[in-house]
C-alpha cells in the first residue's frame, strides 16, 4: 500500500492532509462496510465527522488528470505488456433524483432496461494473469449536454460538450494504445456496431473482436444475409470446440465458427460465430487483425471480454465503485478515481502473491475478495465505544435536521 500511494497519491495531491485524507479513504473503501459513503468511510478512518472527504471529493487541490495517468501507467508497468487485451463497457448506477451528474433515464446493462440512471464507460487492462479498470469516462445524455445551466449547476467544466460512448472509448483506447501499441480491443455490440471506433482501430492496424447483432447483414452470393441466417448454412464442419478461458467453473467450451469476410491491404476481417454447447444460443463478433491470425488467438481475445465484468463486480463489491452518493462532476471523478486506485491494489496484491507462491494442491488461487479479507483481519481497525456513540449522535441530529426541514418544505407546498 506505501508504494502504492508514494507512486500514486503523493505527487498529483497539494498539501500533506490531502494525502493523508485521500490514503484514509483508499483503506476504508477496502473495509467490508455494509455502505460506503463519505459519512461510513470517515467513521472508519477514525474521523469524527464527514467533512475532511467531503472536501477531498469536492474542493482538495488534486490533479485527477495526472492521477489517473499515473494510475494508467503503473497498472501497465506492472501488468506488463504481452498478450494485452483492452476490453471497454459501459456500467450504470441505479438514481432516484435527476440533479446527480449525468442522471437520465436511458438504457443500463446493470439491470438490462431503461432506468433513471448514471451511465459509464470504463476501459479494463487484461492480460492472461491479471486484470483491472485503467480509464473511465462519464456519459453526458443529451438532455444533459444541452442544457448550460443544469451543466453550470453539475460543475461540468465549460469545454465538455455531447461524445456518445463508442467516441468515448476511442479517446480512452488511444491513450492506452500509446503505451501497448500491439494490444487488442474487445468490447460489445455498443461498439462493435460502431463504424467510427472499428475504422479508427484499423487505421491504427489494432485487432479487434467486437460484439455485432444478429441481424447484421452481409454480402454473400445469395445477396445480403442477416450473420444469424449465415449460421444456419454451415456445417458441421465449419464448427470447432474451444476454450474462451478458465472461469469459476472450469474451462469455458464453445463450438466456434469463422467466416472470411474480406481481405486487402488494410488487413484481414472476419465474422466469428460463438454457440452454446447446451443451448444452442449463438453470439456474433466483427474481427479484423491486420494479418491474418489463428481461430484460436481470436477465441482467446472473444473470451478476455468477461474481465471488464468481473472487474464491475470486483469493483463495486469490494471498492465501492458504485457507492459514491456524491451529485457533481468533480466528487463523481475522484470518488470513482480513488476507487480504482483501491481496486488496483488488490488485483496488484493478487497478482504478486501468485508469483511468489502458486497455490498448493488442494486449495485454490487467492482471489480479490479473499485478499481484501485477509487484510480486513490483519489490519483491522478497532474503535472505542465512544466514538461510536458519537457518531451515532452525530447522525441522529443530522437526521432531525433533515426531518425538520422535510416537514416544513410539505408545510409550504400544501398552504
Not at 433513471?116 to 479494463?124: G, I, K, P, R
Not at 455498443?190 to 487505421?203: A, H, K, M, T
Not at 466456434?256 to 472476419?270: E, F, K, P, S
Amino acid at each position: 500500500m506505501n508504494e502504492l500511494t508514494d507512486t500514486l497519491i503523493d505527487p498529483h495531491l497539494a498539501r500533506p492532509e490531502t494525502r493523508t485524507t485521500a490514503c484514509e479513504v483508499i483503506r476504508a473503501l477496502l473495509a467490508p462496510l455494509t455502505a460506503k459513503n463519505c459519512w461510513s468511510l470517515a467513521q472508519q478512518a477514525g474521523h469524527s465527522r464527514p467533512y475532511r472527504i467531503q472536501r477531498l471529493l469536492s474542493q482538495a487541490g488534486m490533479d485527477e488528470k495526472a492521477l489517473a495517468a499515473a494510475l494508467r501507467d503503473y497498472l501497465i508497468g506492472h501488468l506488463g505488456t504481452d498478450d494485452v487485451v483492452l476490453v471497454v463497457d459501459e456500467t450504470g448506477d441505479i438514481k432516484k433524483g435527476t440533479r446527480t451528474v449525468g442522471a437520465a433515464r436511458q438504457y443500463t446493462g446493470t439491470t438490462g432496461q431503461v432506468e433513471n440512471c448514471q451511465v459509464a464507460v470504463y476501459l479494463a487492462y487484461t492480460t492472461p494473469e491479471a486484470h483491472a479498470l485503467i480509464d473511465h469516462r462519464l456519459y453526458l445524455p443529451a438532455s444533459w449536454s444541452d442544457d448550460p445551466a443544469r451543466l453550470r449547476s453539475a460543475g461540468v467544466p465549460e469545454d465538455v460538450e455531447f461524445e456518445t460512448k463508442p467516441e468515448l472509448a476511442r479517446q480512452m483506447i488511444a491513450t492506452a494504445l500509446a503505451r501497448v501499441p500491439g494490444a487488442w480491443v474487445a468490447g460489445d455490440e455498443v461498439y462493435g456496431r460502431n463504424p467510427g471506433l472499428r475504422s479508427y482501430l484499423e487505421q491504427q492496424r489494432v485487432g479487434y473482436v467486437m460484439e455485432m447483432a444478429a441481424t447484421d447483414r452481409m454480402a454473400t452470393p445469395r445477396g445480403p444475409l442477416a450473420v444469424k441466417e449465415l449460421a444456419v448454412l454451415l456445417p458441421d464442419a465449419a464448427w470447432q470446440k474451444r476454450s474462451a478461458g478458465a472461469g469459476s467453473q472450469g474451462e469455458r467450451f464453445y463450438d466456434w465458427a469463422l467466416i472470411d469476410d474480406h481481405t486487402d491491404t488494410a488487413g484481414v476481417r472476419w465474422v466469428l460465430i460463438r454457440r452454446s454447447r447446451t443451448s444452442g444460443e449463438l453470439a456474433f463478433f466483427r474481427c479484423y487483425a491486420p494479418q491474418a491470425v489463428p481461430l484460436a488467438r481470436l477465441v482467446a481475445v472473444a473470451g478476455r471480454r468477461w474481465r471488464v465484468e468481473e472487474s464491475f463486480q470486483q469493483g463495486k463489491n469490494l471498492a465501492g465503485l458504485d457507492e459514491h452518493q456524491v451529485r457533481m462532476w468533480r466528487s463523481w471523478h475522484r470518488w470513482s478515481l480513488l476507487a480504482m486506485v483501491a481496486y488496483a491494489f488488490l488485483a496488484l496484491c493478487r497478482l504478486r502473491e501468485l508469483a511468489r507462491h502458486r497455490p498448493s494442491s488442494g486449495l485454490v488461487a487467492l482471489s480479490c475478495s479473499e485478499i481484501a479479507r485477509l487484510l480486513h483481519a490483519l489490519f483491522r481497525v478497532e474503535h472505542d465505544l465512544e466514538h461510536a456513540l458519537d457518531w451515532s449522535v452525530f447522525r441522529r441530529a443530522h437526521q432531525a435536521q433533515a426531518q425538520r426541514c422535510h416537514y416544513r418544505r410539505r408545510a409550504l407546498l400544501e398552504s
